[in-house]
């Protein structure tokens, strides 16, 4: 999920999801869970039909709202697919301010990627005769304007379907008021900084549980480990000076329209400090009424 990204839409008019992005990094699973949250999901539709799609799905033209709210799956397997025509046949839909269409687009690093890839045996679509590598290359170039223009960039990267169903429900559920959602995850630097991230702390000064024979099996949800962590001096000083640092924060967000917000905490392993600072911060969220939802990206990996 990435803020840097997000354009907050202004119309209230029908819920259209143009679903794009790498192809290999999660799009069929998007649709799913979206259909699971009573969209009509259709895949693979041409450009040059888009329009018809969701003006057949339109009762009236006076405003009214689609019959269900519409995901259309669009990426370069699609026929006819141009990021210029994609983008022209979205400033159409948008103009009048009838339909309320978000770009959401789903990527995934190289490297999983290419392994998806070669665990299905698929080709990669431009990678007939060439290495996989220069495909996925080739394809990131291309569709690199989609992924500015999005509203919502989720990198799947490590993310099962049913983490991926988590956060799309989060952002597109049906009937849900606007507002700002708040993202909170845990990671481990040891795997790389979380690509979506919009504020990232790094607790690897705290006291680190690892060390303790009896606390290396568990994880940051378990509360010897929570004791553990409380017990370092530098922990209360943190949460206060963070807590002091966001609360001043979330009205301004809110008030320039900010749609999303992810937190992210490291720590060496992804397993104990980072985790039970995700869950304290997230506790804090709710305490002010925040729709938060919390992620623990590495804690399944095991002691480390």
């Not at 895949?43 to 009762?59: G, I, T």
């Not at 141009?82 to 983008?87: A, D, P, S």
């Not at 304007?145 to 983490?163: F, K």
């Not at 006291?207 to 409380?230: C, Q, W």
Request: charged share 25%; proline share 5%.
């Amino acid at each position: 999920m990435s803020s840097d990204s997000e354009k907050v839409a202004e119309t209230t008019g029908a819920k259209v999801v143009l679903v794009t992005g790498m192809s290999g990094a999660g799009k069929t699973s998007a649709l799913k869970a979206l259909e699971d949250l009573s969209y009509e999901a259709v895949d693979n539709v041409p450009l040059s039909l888009l329009d018809s799609l969701v003006l057949s799905n339109q009762p009236a033209l006076s405003g009214a709202r689609l019959e269900r709210p519409l995901a259309v799956g669009v990426d370069i397997r699609t026929r006819d697919f141009g990021v210029e025509t994609f983008l022209q046949r979205y400033d159409e839909l948008t103009r009048d301010g009838a339909f309320d269409v978000q770009i959401l687009f789903l990527d995934c690093d190289d490297e999983e990627l290419a392994r998806r890839y070669e665990v299905t045996r698929h080709r990669h679509p431009l990678a007939v005769d060439r290495p996989i590598a220069d495909g996925i290359a080739r394809e990131r170039r291309l569709v690199s304007v989609l992924r500015d223009r999005a509203h919502l960039v989720v990198d799947t990267t490590g993310m099962a379907p049913g983490e991926l169903k988590h956060v799309l429900e989060g952002h597109f559920a049906v009937g849900t008021e606007a507002g700002l959602a708040v993202f909170v995850t845990s990671f481990s630097f040891r795997q790389g900084l979380p690509r979506d991230a919009d504020l990232v702390f790094d607790v690897r000064f705290l006291s680190n549980p690892h060390y303790e024979p009896a606390l290396r099996p568990l994880t940051g949800m378990d509360e010897a480990v929570k004791t553990f962590i409380r017990r370092d001096p530098a922990y209360t000083t943190f949460v206060d000076g963070l807590t002091g640092l966001l609360a001043p924060l979330l009205p301004r967000y809110k008030a320039e329209g900010k749609s999303y917000l992810t937190v992210a905490f490291g720590c060496t392993g992804g397993r104990h400090r980072s985790v039970f600072l995700a869950e304290t911060l997230a506790a804090w969220f709710e305490s002010l009424g925040e729709k938060v939802q919390v992620r623990h990206r590495d804690v399944g990996r095991g002691p480390s």
